[in-house]
């Protein structure tokens, strides 16, 4: 028993599609430049020698690992990652500044040791130049140092919303750069959301993983701060087979659930939620917070 303390097509989209490649283009570009990948062009005013040198042979693809969990609980995320950046690949024909962009795919599971251990298969036996992608908190933190160790270019480019990432020196380095968003972005309006709708008893049920115990913190730093108060927290682990003992728990005296769980976890606990709520009586609007009355 836990404890409760505890997706181009024709005309704008393609530009769209354009403008965002001509983005990743530029970073990986500077990213590889930076890194030794590839060389930049020479200048077209330097004078040229009075014997040519032989010509260069044509420069190699780009390659590219991608570390997402493509099996476990958080492969609806990992999956649905996939099949856009193969969305965006297609619309330019798998091509960035004239080379091809080879992709290596790695199933990091949505689990630390396991992403480092493809991180580092993918740089070691595929030889990528370039990791992109992480969904997991916990797999970008365990990868940020790895990084920084063997300095490759690194674009968190998926759901890690890791809040100390690019700020802790334990993590952070030249190598590294998101183009997501960070937990606060994502807890915070709720906890302003919530307070503003008047609810004051928040129950919270988050992940027992890096980004369910940094969102449990931040949301309630922040509803806490407006005047509101946390009347219990429950951590399930990650793709816990049975929500209903956490839902059954749910202190009653709370007027609001907040939950965060990553994937299919999230849907079966709202589920439950919802049930259990109409069983009692009581009323619940909305996926992201559950009214309990």
Known sequence: MPDPKQKGREGKETG??????GFLVAGVTRLLVACGGVAPTPSSSLSAPSTAPP????????????????????????????????????????TMAGRKIEVHYADTEAKPDMGLTKAKQLMESDEVQLLMGISSTAVCYAIAGYVKQ??????????????????????????LVRITQVNTQI??????WAFSQGYRKVDLITSDDGGGIEASDNFASSFIKRGGSIVQEQHPPLGVADIGPYVAQLNQQADLVAVFLPGTDSLRTVADTLAASRRANHAA???S????R
Do not use: M
């Open 150 to 175: 063997v300095q490759v270019p690194l674009i968190v480019s998926t759901n890690c919303g890791a809040q100390n990432l690019t700020t802790d020196s334990k993590y952070a380095s030249p190598y």
């Open 16 to 21: 769209v599609h354009e403008s965002v490649w």
């Open 285 to 287: 609007p909305s996926v």
């Open 187 to 192: 807890v915070n309006p709720g906890a302003d």
């Open 55 to 94: 010509a260069a042979a044509a420069p190699g693809p780009i390659r590219v690992g991608i570390l997402e969990p493509l099996t476990g609980p958080d492969s609806v995320n990992g999956k649905d990652n996939q099949d856009g950046f193969n969305l965006c690949l297609e619309a330019v024909n798998s």
């Open 289 to 292: 917070a559950v009214r309990l």
